[in-house]
């Protein structure tokens, strides 16, 4: 059973489009966060959102969280070439003593000049 | 920012071999981890560790063991390493809610 479910999985465009990924689960998280991933290295955060109905923007990049806590968007205007990469969402829970983050398998984006 | 470092960027190893990947982050979080990531699975959680010798096992420890002495350094171990263990593996640490990657090893195992 796959928690977190990102669509589309693979996203081709062309410099200067607009593009919306999206990130939907059947769970309530307390929060959730975006990352991109550049071939052969790791994930690095792009942005955390926490309450229901939050919009961040990051230049180019806009993220909301759904107002029930369980999906979220990220809409890139004006794509450009080095926005390529790998963008993976991951939910975010405490149990006990810890914090778990349970991540979606990606959006592999290209953009092409 | 939390700086994470992984001991090696690639390896390639032999069947049988007993492998540790080093992970150390430079800030006092108690919260580390080890993924791997495969093509069409995306990251699986191996073990997660929330404080010195304490850890927890994560989807798919089989085969896998950590070792977390110092509250810095969480150690992954390959008992005996198998061709499907060949991977990308990544490490890290969760600073409140966020999660901060090394930069990856890919591993290969012949």
């Known amino acids: 059973t796959q928690l977190l479910k990102q669509s589309p999985q693979f996203l081709s465009i062309q410099e200067g489009e607009n593009l919306t990924v999206y990130c939907n689960s059947s769970s309530v998280f307390s929060s959730l966060q975006w990352y991109r991933q550049e071939p052969g290295e790791g994930p690095v955060l792009l942005v955390t959102?926490?309450?229901?109905?939050e919009v961040k923007k990051l230049k180019r990049l806009t993220f909301q969280f759904g107002d029930a806590r369980k999906d979220s968007s990220l809409h890139i205007t004006a794509a450009q070439p080095g926005d390529t990469g790998l963008y993976l969402c991951a939910g975010g829970r405490r149990g006990g003593s810890n914090y778990k983050l349970t991540f979606g398998k990606g959006t592999l984006l290209t953009v092409n000049p | 920012d939390v700086k994470v470092t992984q001991s090696s960027r690639y390896l390639v190893k032999r069947t049988g071999e007993k492998v540790f990947l080093e992970c150390v982050q430079d800030m006092d979080h108690e919260n580390m981890f080890w993924y791997r990531q495969d093509p069409g699975l995306g990251l699986r959680l191996i073990y997660f560790s929330y404080d010195v010798k304490m850890k927890e096992k994560g989807d798919i420890p089989e085969g896998y063991s950590v070792s977390r002495e110092k509250k810095e350094r969480f150690s992954l171990i390959l008992e005996s390493a198998s061709t499907n263990q060949t991977s990308m593996y990544l490490c890290?640490?969760?600073?409140?809610?966020?999660?901060?990657f090394g930069q990856g090893t890919r591993l290969t195992v012949v």
């Open positions: 890290g640490a969760i600073r409140r809610t966020e999660a901060f």
């Open positions: 959102v926490v309450t229901g109905g």
